[in-house]
Structures are given as structure tokens and as C-alpha cells.
């Protein structure tokens, strides 16, 4: 193995994002995930880029300088990665109810800060909703409700733009290892110098780099302690739960923002790839814990949901999931959702940097601050970075933007006629963004573009471009991070498993494996 400049762990958004800054830089780096591309937290956000409605209430409440300063850097994050990849990130209207005109005027004055901190990345302004408006947007929603303020955010795929940061660092020179977990460090003078790692065949190999960096979220205090036995926890786990309905409760496009559920947490319900996301809850957890949905739990979002949206007599679960936050311990004695999610990069003195805390939005922030820690203990100066635009983005914003009525245009030409050739047109371009006529050119035969689901119009072409280009091995990622398939509908994904499995087996004895990337 040769020496790298830079050894990441972890394939999170963290580590995603720190590869990709760190190749810009001209480093040779690698890094190593223990499973697929963002398996972990990173897939399970509510996938939402946004600066922090919470934040923003608790940095005024709390006369908290720290907090406002995370809102405005997020809200510039939030447009950077809109204008990165288009066609997985989008602005998003939320509304957030108002029971008169004393809390229409708070609220709206909170929004018209927001929209104030964002600048010139602001995105819609932020305006009143009467009543009428509210129930247009959102037809099942309780008619009590007087009004609304309606603001923006983004929404966006965490899994694939996860996966694109990857493939974009290792296009241009890292190298990225799925199913290869550290389980140790070598240390030389006190100083970490290699991380030794088991693949999934049991088989160990050493990885010696100039620096080392732990990028495994709520898994970071057991990777510190395992490089430095006598180091502090520092991490606390927080388990987010969401659930999707079949049910359309946002037909409009317009998400709702609950801002007090009985126990004074906020809770979303987005439109969600033609379904509905609710969530999350916010409740500290052992990290064994971190990805199952507790019972008392979903009864919990339902409850809220059904209070909420009492013209939906219907409400159907077809997928739910669970993500641990890693939060920094809070020096007092606070409640988690109250914790700044201000991230921190940390040094041991046995040379480990461990990425702390942060969120999705601001992953590229957390990043840059790990470079500087990075430089200083490689003892050199980084150059700028050079452009890298992500794989299925073009060279620019306006560039991106521009070719996607053409690349549209041309889909029609690929795509079987039929009732779902829209959707799946949209579904490639979202996934894929330029790269989607690449995928439909895996086809063995014409019926490998004809879609297998109407949930998501996935189709054979596509899975082999996933296990060929985008080191998609097991059904499970296919079907629940190369699209999402599994987080919308669990029926849908079992269905389809056996003929994903079928085709990842003739994959693995087809030379089709080794083709050069496009
Ligand atoms: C429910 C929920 C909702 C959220 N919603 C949002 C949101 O809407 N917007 C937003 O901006 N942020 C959101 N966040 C925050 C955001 O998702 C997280 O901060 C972020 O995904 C953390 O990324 P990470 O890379 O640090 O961790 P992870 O994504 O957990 O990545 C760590 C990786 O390390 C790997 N790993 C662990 N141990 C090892 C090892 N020994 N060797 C090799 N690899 C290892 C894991 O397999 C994993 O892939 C949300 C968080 C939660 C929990």
C-alpha cells in the first residue's frame, strides 16, 4: 500500500466531502468506508439544506452570536449546493402555521431575518399565508388553522449526492474503499501512523498515511479511543425517526413545519418523491440503537400527524427509518435537541483528527476547517482548489441548468413510451443529472430501459450502470442508496430483491465489471 497524504475513515457526508475538498488540493488521499457509501447517518437525514428555523429561534432567544453565525453560513451552503447539482437539490416552500396575528407577526419577523441572513443567497422571500391559501397548499390540514408564513429551504438526495462527492474525489485521483472497516491503529513514537483494516473476506490490510482522519459519526468516540485508549467520550447520539406515507399530504409541493409537538420539538411533513416524509424525533440513544424505529416512536409522529391532518382519514406507513445524530456533549446538563449543532475538529495528541458533530448542509464547511488541520500536520501549505464540478454536473451552474432541456429532449428519444416515461425521465435526471443517458447506454437489449416499478421507475440499465460505475454489490444498496426505493416503500423493495439479486450474480461472473468508467 503506498503512502498517502491524507487517510480518511468513514464514507459519511464527513468523509465525502473532505475527500473531495482534499483531491481539489492536489492531495493524494484515500478513504475507507466499512460498508457502502453513506449507509449510514448521511442516507438517513431528512434531507432537507437548510440554515435552521430552530437555530435561528434559539440564537435570539438565547442572544446566542455562535448560532446566528452557523444559520448565515448554512443558508450560503444551502445555495452552493443547490447551484452544484440542479437536479438533485431543489428549493423547497415550507409553511409554518400561525394560530393568530400576534404569532403570524412573530414568525414572519423570524422568517424575514432568515431570508435577511441568506443575502444574496436567498431564496424565495419568505410571505404570509390567510387561511384559504394554507388549506390550498395543504388540503387535509386542520381548518382551525388561521394562517401560515410560507418560507424556503432546499430539499435534496443525501444518498446520491453522498455517492457523488466519492466518485467525483476518486475521478479525480483518491482512492475509495467500500467493506473495509479500520479495526486498529500503528503507532509510531506515540503517533498514529497506519490504520489496519479488515475487508468483508476477514483478510486485514495496513494503510499508512501522514495523517489520519476519523470521519465515522456517531461511531467517532469508539475509532478515538481505539487510537488513544485514554481519551473522554465526547459524542452524544441522538436518533432521528422519520416515516413515509403513501399518502400525498403536500400535492401542492408546498412542505409543512409543525413548530411544537407536545413535548416542544419541531416536526416536518415534505413532499417526498410523489409521497410523504415525516419526522423526525429527537431522542438520545445507545449507538447499537441508532438505526431502529421504537414503537412509542411512530405512535408519537402519528399522533401528531393525525391532529394535524384530520381531513386524511387514511394514513398508510410504507417506509420508516432511523438515523443517530452525532452531537458534541453539551458541557451542561442540556436536552439534545438543544445542543448547537456546531461541528469540531478534533486532535488527539497521538496525531488522530476526528470530524465532530455537523450537519449535512454544512458538510463542506466542516471540510475546509479539516483541511486546516490537515495542513498543519502534513507542517505544508495547501493551494487553492482547483474546479472539480460533480459527475453529472457541467462545468457551471448556468452550464448544468442550460443542458437539461436538451438531455430531456433526447430521454424522450430512449425511454419506452408509456404511461411512466415522464417519471422515469425526471428519475434519471434527478439520479444522474448529465450522466443519464450514459445509464440507459448498459442496456443488454432494449427492455433492460423499461421500468420494473412505478414506485420508482428504476430499471436494469440503471442497475447495472449502479454495479458497474458506482460500486453498488448488494441488493440492499441498489435499492435503498443508488435510488431510493427502499426508503419509500419497504413492499416495494422486498418485491424487487430477487431480481436485483439475480442480476448482481451475473454481474459478478460477467467481465462487464471491468469496463473503464465513462
Ligand atoms: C434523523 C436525522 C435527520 C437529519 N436531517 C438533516 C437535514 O435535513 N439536513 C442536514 O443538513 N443535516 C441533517 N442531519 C445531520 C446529518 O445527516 C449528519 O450530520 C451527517 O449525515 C453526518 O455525516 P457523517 O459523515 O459524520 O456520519 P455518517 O453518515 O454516519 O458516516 C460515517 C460513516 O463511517 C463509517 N464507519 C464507521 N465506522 C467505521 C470504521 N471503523 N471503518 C470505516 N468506516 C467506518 C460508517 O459506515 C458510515 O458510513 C440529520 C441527522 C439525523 C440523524
Not at 218 to 223: E, F, G, V, Y
Not at 310 to 333: C, K, N, V, Y
Not at 337 to 345: A, G, T
Not at 467 to 486: M, Y
Amino acid at each position: 500500500m503506498d503512502h498517502f497524504d491524507l487517510l480518511i475513515i468513514g464514507g459519511g457526508s464527513s468523509g465525502a466531502a473532505l475527500a473531495y475538498e482534499a483531491v481539489r488540493r492536489g492531495l493524494r488521499v484515500a478513504l475507507l468506508e466499512a460498508g457502502d457509501p453513506g449507509q449510514g447517518t448521511s442516507s438517513r437525514s431528512t434531507k432537507l439544506l437548510h440554515g435552521g428555523v430552530r437555530y435561528l429561534e434559539l440564537a435570539f432567544k438565547q442572544l446566542d452570536a455562535a448560532q446566528l453565525k452557523l444559520v448565515r453560513e448554512a443558508l450560503s451552503e444551502r445555495q452552493y449546493w443547490i447551484d452544484q447539482a440542479p437536479f438533485l437539490a431543489q428549493p423547497l416552500r415550507i409553511a409554518l402555521p400561525t394560530q393568530g396575528p400576534i404569532e403570524q407577526a412573530y414568525y414572519r419577523m423570524g422568517l424575514g431575518m432568515y431570508d435577511l441572513l441568506a443575502g444574496s443567497a436567498g431564496l424565495d422571500p419568505s410571505r404570509g399565508m390567510d387561511r384559504q391559501q394554507l388549506q390550498a397548499a395543504l388540503p387535509g390540514l386542520d381548518p382551525e388553522r388561521h394562517g401560515a408564513v410560507l418560507y424556503s429551504d432546499g430539499q435534496f438526495d443525501d444518498a446520491r449526492l453522498n455517492l457523488l462527492l466519492l466518485l467525483t474525489a476518486e475521478s479525480a485521483g483518491a482512492v475509495v474503499q467500500r467493506d473495509c472497516a479500520v479495526i486498529d491503529f500503528e503507532h509510531d513514537g506515540g503517533q498514529v501512523i497506519a490504520a489496519v483494516a479488515r475487508g468483508c473476506d476477514g483478510s486485514t490490510t495496513r494503510w499508512p498515511a501522514r495523517c489520519i482522519v476519523n470521519a465515522t459519526g456517531i461511531q467517532a468516540d469508539r475509532l478515538r479511543s481505539l487510537a488513544q485508549p485514554d481519551c473522554r467520550e465526547r459524542l452524544l447520539v441522538s436518533r432521528g425517526v422519520h416515516l413515509v406515507l403513501e399518502q400525498q399530504l403536500c400535492p401542492a409541493g408546498t412542505g409543512l413545519l409543525i413548530p411544537k409537538t407536545s413535548d416542544g420539538r419541531v416536526m416536518f411533513v415534505l413532499p417526498f418523491q410523489g409521497r410523504t416524509l415525516v419526522g423526525t424525533t429527537d431522542s438520545p440513544c445507545a449507538v447499537a440503537e441508532a438505526t431502529s424505529v421504537s414503537a412509542a416512536e411512530e405512535t408519537f409522529l402519528m399522533d401528531h400527524l393525525r391532529r394535524w391532518f384530520p381531513g386524511q382519514p387514511t394514513l398508510t406507513i410504507s417506509s420508516r427509518w432511523a438515523g443517530g445524530r452525532p452531537l458534541i456533549q453539551p458541557d451542561s446538563e442540556r436536552g439534545s435537541s438543544k445542543v448547537v449543532r456546531e461541528h469540531e475538529v478534533e486532535r488527539l495528541d497521538c496525531g488522530l483528527i476526528s470530524l465532530l458533530g455537523g450537519k449535512w448542509t454544512t458538510c463542506r464547511v466542516l471540510a475546509v476547517d479539516a483541511l486546516r488541520a490537515v495542513a498543519a500536520q502534513l507542517n505544508q501549505t495547501l493551494p487553492a482548489p482547483e474546479p472539480l464540478p460533480l459527475l453529472g454536473a457541467g462545468s457551471s451552474p448556468e452550464q448544468t441548468l442550460a443542458s437539461l432541456p436538451a438531455l430531456r429532449a433526447r430521454l424522450e428519444q430512449l425511454t419506452p413510451a408509456g404511461a411512466l416515461q415522464h417519471q422515469q425521465i425526471d428519475h434519471l435526471i434527478a439520479n444522474y443529472g448529465l450522466h443519464a443517458e450514459q445509464v440507459l447506454g448498459q442496456g443488454l437489449d432494449p427492455s433492460d430501459a423499461t421500468p420494473l416499478s412505478a414506485v420508482v421507475p428504476v430499471c436494469r440499465a440503471e442497475w447495472r450502470y449502479n454495479i458497474r460505475f458506482e460500486w453498488a454489490k448488494t441488493s440492499a444498496d441498489l435499492l435503498e442508496r443508488r435510488s431510493r426505493i427502499a426508503f419509500l416503500d419497504q413492499a416495494e423493495a422486498e418485491r424487487l430483491t430477487p431480481a436485483a439479486e439475480s442480476l448482481l450474480l451475473a454481474s459478478s461472473i460477467s467481465p462487464i465489471n471491468h469496463q473503464p468508467k465513462p
